[in-house]
């Protein structure tokens, strides 16, 4: 249920979720216990933010001193330009600042600054935040956006799930490093699963024990066990970090067990005496489960996109993803518009199109049968 919510988040563009301080500053602490020195002396920017609220901008001018950085620089979409529409009332920190503009706060973006002591204390911390309006909305693919991206050295946010497909782009033509929150699915973007594919981008440390919460001001249209009315926190399964950063768990080897050892105890029905499938258009086997991969299988194995969570470069190549148009030449087969016909009349028992091309296909029950998205890995020598 939470997997269709985050569909239908995306369609009305009810993207507005906030991260919480604690997962952020999970995710945070893998990188730093990796490397010690990965911020310091950056410029960090958080675009698609929202300075005020955001958790985001609270951890990092909190721990500014810790992480040792250089300069944090954190922006905000102008309320008006919102594609949902809400009754945008400005708070107290805004109408009591000298620079507050009554037109200004509703159609231009909001920008937070964090360089020095400015208060004095002796520390520099979410206190001496400075802040101006943007001369334009925002937006982070306006001219003025880009200027801050160039400027800095990691990129790190939750932007709207909407424009998860352009902000993707937006940061690797600027060669940046990066943390940013985004859906599990969008690993079937093309765009997306050839930079994972070639090490350029893998998962992040992850949130804890996969569940997502976030704060949304949108309370309704939320299945049931879905939204919290007491904590105001909607969960997701479905949501991971992407980043460009090294950490200790992404080197981390998955405890395996052999062929032989899988068909006698593995505690999935589907391999345990029965075995592996191979495709029948991929010269591969299907690997439903993550923790069903064998350790002493030398070709091809498709397994489910959660693998990639539990994915060592030491310990696996990544050799492409059972896709339509064949990007990754792994293909055996191809099937023609009447097979597909044929193949849906037999496995629902009338006229229809089942899309044998879209995925890898196993011959089962006596017929052909799509499985669910696989990542197509070997082990590595």
């Known amino acids: 249920m939470a997997n269709s919510n985050l569909s239908k988040a995306k369609n009305a563009k009810n993207d507005e979720f906030y991260t919480q301080y604690q997962d952020i500053e999970k995710e945070i602490l893998a990188y730093l216990e990796f490397n010690p020195d990965t911020f310091t002396g950056k410029t960090i920017l958080m675009p698609c933010d929202d300075p005020e609220w955001s958790n985001f901008t609270k951890f990092f001018a909190q721990n500014f001193e810790r992480l040792k950085l250089k300069k944090l620089i954190s922006t905000s979409f102008a309320p008006d330009s919102k594609s949902l529409k809400v009754n945008y009332a400005p708070t107290l920190f805004e109408t009591n600042a000298p620079q507050f503009d009554k037109t200004k706060t509703v159609v231009n973006g909001k920008i937070f600054t964090l360089t020095h002591d400015k208060s004095g204390d002796g520390k520099i911390d979410v206190n001496d935040l400075e802040w101006s309006y943007l001369k334009g909305d ?81 309370s309704n249209n939320y299945a049931e066990g879905v939204y919290d009315k007491e904590t105001g926190l909607v969960k997701f399964r479905n949501c991971c970090w992407y980043t460009n950063i090294d950490h200790g768990r992404r080197h981390l080897k998955m405890p395996l067990m052999t062929l032989d050892d899988n068909l006698k105890f593995s505690k999935h029905k589907e391999i345990k005496g029965s075995g592996y499938l191979n495709y029948e258009n991929y010269d591969a086997i299907e690997v439903p489960f993550t923790d069903a991969i064998p350790s002493d299988f030398n070709g091809v194995m498709g397994v489910p996109i959660s693998f990639l969570d539990k994915y060592s470069p030491e310990q696996f190549e990544i050799v492409g993803m059972c896709e339509n148009l064949d990007l990754y030449k792994q ?11 044929q193949a849906y009349l037999d496995k629902f028992g009338k006229l229809g199109t089942y899309d044998l091309n879209a995925s890898g296909v196993v011959f089962r029950n006596n017929q052909l049968e799509k499985v669910y998205t696989r990542v197509l890995i070997k082990h590595k020598k």
Do not use: H
């Open 138 to 218: 925002g937006d982070f693919k306006s001219e003025e956006i880009k200027k801050l991206r160039d400027e800095a050295d990691i990129i790190i946010t939750n932007p709207p799930f909407s424009l998860f497909r352009e902000f993707l782009p937006w940061i690797m033509e600027a060669n940046k490093q990066f943390v940013i929150i985004g859906s599990m699915n969008s690993i079937g973007l093309k765009e997306l699963f050839a930079y994972i594919k070639d090490n350029k981008i893998w998962l992040g440390n992850g949130f804890k024990a996969g569940n997502a919460f976030f704060s949304s001001p949108i």
């Open 331 to 341: 293909k055996t087969k191809m099937y023609s518009s009447k097979e597909c016909k």
